[in-house]
């Protein structure tokens, strides 16, 4: 019903930046929440942050706050993540999602579809 696409990831140094897309498709009015997950290798996929659709609220988690930034183009169907003053704790595989409801943004089982994954790597 919802395919949802990542691009954007890369290698890249400590500090540097990097801009994830996540492009939409298909029954995508029905998604009140895009959110970004990361996992990294043998451990939970976390939670980074989410917008709501109409982009009034965003949402972070405390260990990227003030350096990623979600945003939303909804002309474009597509979700972005700037993640800046990146780090090596923040290598992984980073997940589009998107839930039809739901206010739990950092619950996983909140969110009705995934994307595939794009890996970000971060050097020390």
């Known amino acids: 019903q919802v395919q949802l696409v990542e691009s954007g990831g890369g290698l890249v140094q400590a500090g540097g930046s990097l801009r994830l897309s996540c492009a939409a498709s298909g029954r995508t009015l029905s998604s009140a929440i895009m959110g970004w997950f990361r996992q990294a290798p043998e451990k939970e996929r976390e939670f980074v942050a989410a917008?709501?659709?109409?982009?009034?609220?965003?949402y972070y988690a405390a260990s990227v706050k003030g350096r990623f930034t979600i945003s939303s183009d909804n002309a474009k169907n597509t979700v972005y993540l700037q993640m800046n003053s990146l780090k090596p704790e923040d290598t992984a595989i980073y997940y589009c999602a998107a839930a039809n409801r739901g206010t739990r943004v950092d619950w996983k089982s909140e969110y009705d579809y995934w994307g595939q994954g794009t890996q970000v790597t971060v050097s020390s």
């Open positions: 917008i709501t659709w109409g982009g009034l609220s965003t």
